[in-house]
T-cell receptor, first 113, second 116 residues
Framework: DTAVSQTPKYLVTQMGNDKSIKCEQNLGHDTMYWYKQDSKKFLKIMFSYNNKELIINETVPNRFSPKSPDKAHLNLHINSLELGDSAVYFC????????????FGPGTRLLVL | AQSVTQPDIHITVSEGASLELRCNYSYGATPYLFWYVQSPGQGLQLLLKYFSGDTLVQGIKGFEAEFKRSQSSFNLRKPSVHWSDAAEYFCAVGDAGGTSYGKLTFGQGTILTVHP
């Protein structure tokens, strides 16, 4: 069974479109994260949710809106896509407090044309 | 603010040779440290982690890392590299602060190439 899954795996879209990426975890962890990996492979946290509550928002544009319908899901919606949004987006799940391991999903490769 | 530096962008070794990937961190307290590996087109897999206790930690796939507080380092080692170890390796520090809920700050990554 996949611990953290993301859909879609690949996403190619035009500038200005709105798109969503879904993430689901079956680990039972209470904290989920979104990370962005840019073209230089630099990984940076975007958001974190703990028990469906937003706890980290790292100066991400308002066009990005995470939504957590329940503890097992953390979706990422992006409005008015821009070229600079092209990246790989990773979802992760872990235990609050930093002590536990964060388990990463396979990533969603977004290309904005 | 916490930060992680991986000084080597790209390392090439021969199969069977030993490996050491460097990682230096900046953090105000005792850090939680991690090494992850990313194979091409794949997600991140945890190799090992350090929270406290023994400063030499063992991980999967024959990797180990040593935490040296005096040098603010957490270098990854493997005595004999296999061709399948070719990948990108990321060092990360976890923030254990009360409001950070364990966000990870990653280094820039080190690409490992293995020659036969």
């Amino acid at each position: 069974d996949t611990a953290v899954s993301q859909t879609p795996k690949y996403l190619v879209t035009q500038m200005g479109n709105d798109k969503s990426i879904k993430c689901e975890q079956n680990l039972g962890h209470d904290t989920m994260y979104w990370y962005k990996q840019d073209s230089k492979k630099f990984l940076k946290i975007m958001f974190s949710y703990n028990n469906k509550e937003l706890i980290i928002n790292e100066t991400v544009p308002n066009r990005f809106s995470p939504k957590s319908p329940d503890k097992a899901h953390l979706n990422l919606h992006i409005n008015s896509l821009e070229l600079g949004d092209s990246a790989v987006y990773f979802c992760a799940a872990g235990v609050a407090g930093g002590r536990g391991t964060q388990y990463f999903g396979p990533g969603t490769r977004l290309l904005v044309l | 603010a916490q930060s992680v530096t991986q000084p080597d962008i790209h390392i090439t070794v021969s199969e069977g040779a030993s490996l050491e990937l460097r990682c230096n961190y900046s953090y105000g307290a005792t850090p939680y440290l991690f090494w992850y590996v990313q194979s091409p087109g794949q997600g991140l897999q945890l190799l090992l982690k350090y929270f406290s206790g023994d400063t030499l930690v063992q991980g999967i796939k024959g990797f180990e890392a040593e935490f040296k507080r005096s040098q603010s380092s957490f270098n990854l080692r493997k005595p004999s590299v296999h061709w399948s170890d070719a990948a990108e390796y990321f060092c990360a520090v976890g923030d254990a602060g009360g409001t950070s809920y364990g966000k990870l700050t990653f280094g820039q990554g080190t690409i490992l190439t293995v020659h036969p």
